[in-house]
Nanobody, 124 residues
Framework: QVQLVESGGGLVQAGDSLRLSCAASGRTFSNDAMAWFRQAPGKEREFVATINWSGTWTVYADSAKGRFTISRDNAKNMVFLQMNSLKPEDTAVYYC?????????????????WGQGTQVTVSS
């Protein structure tokens, strides 16, 4: 059974950094693209960042460019999201996702498996 488990969320102040981790299990994910999405209170879930199977291609939402970095460790079946210069508007539940495809994508419908999410709260 495929499982994605996020960790690393928490309560931080504006300007701080956090590193989210997502551990994948149930199969080998080294051939699959992975992504992070987030959902703020009262809003729809939105794309944050995606990475292709080899880690050589990444795409970011405009809100994440220059502040967030997505990376992966295929040997450990993990994907990460380094978040710097956090803002209160980054407050959301962050979800890890993967799909049965090598190529990075921004659409939620592309992704086959989702984690339960980790809460990130940024105070001003």
């Amino acid at each position: 059974q495929v499982q994605l488990v996020e960790s690393g969320g928490g309560l931080v102040q504006a300007g701080d950094s956090l590193r989210l981790s997502c551990a994948a299990s149930g199969r080998t994910f080294s051939n699959d693209a992975m992504a992070w999405f987030r959902q703020a209170p009262g809003k729809e879930r939105e794309f944050v960042a995606t990475i292709n199977w080899s880690g050589t291609w990444t795409v970011y939402a405009d809100s994440a460019k220059g502040r967030f970095t997505i990376s992966r460790d295929n040997a450990k079946n993990m994907v990460f999201l380094q978040m710097n210069s956090l803002k209160p508007e980054d407050t959301a539940v962050y979800y890890c996702a993967t799909k049965n495809n090598r190529w990075a994508g921004q659409g939620q419908d592309e992704y086959d498996y989702w984690g339960q999410g980790t809460q990130v709260t940024v105070s001003s």
